[in-house]
């Protein structure tokens, strides 16, 4: 799969002024090839790293870093990362990180 060819076609100016693209096949409606194919690029990248751990962004990045994961022949430890509500008891040390919404413009917490 070429990503450039799909990322052109799917591409959709939101607002241009705060560069703001949709590409529905990039984000939350992500093809499994995009995604596969994106997965090896990056894995592909880092190959010669020694990676021990992919963290995933809520919400689509933990469908990436997922991908990541397994084209590192899943020889890594997969964390994903939520929304600051309903964290599990059994994390022992919590980060969280103000994070801002691109496309809201609104500011939410992320707990790692």
Do not use: C
Not at 39 to 47: S, Y
């Amino acid at each position: 799969m070429d990503l450039k060819t799909e990322f052109l076609k799917e591409a959709k100016v939101i607002d241009a002024q705060r560069g703001y693209i949709s590409v529905s096949s990039f984000n939350l409606r992500m093809k499994p090839e995009v995604l596969a194919a994106a997965a090896k690029l990056i894995a592909d990248f880092f190959k010669n790293d020694k990676i021990d751990t992919v963290h995933g962004i809520p919400h689509s990045g933990n469908y990436l870093a997922t991908a990541v994961a397994l084209a590192l022949d899943g020889q890594v430890r997969l964390h994903s990362s939520r929304k600051d509500q309903n964290i599990p008891t059994s994390w022992k040390d919590v980060y969280r990180q103000e994070v801002r919404s691109f496309t809201t413009s609104t500011a939410g917490m992320d707990v790692f």
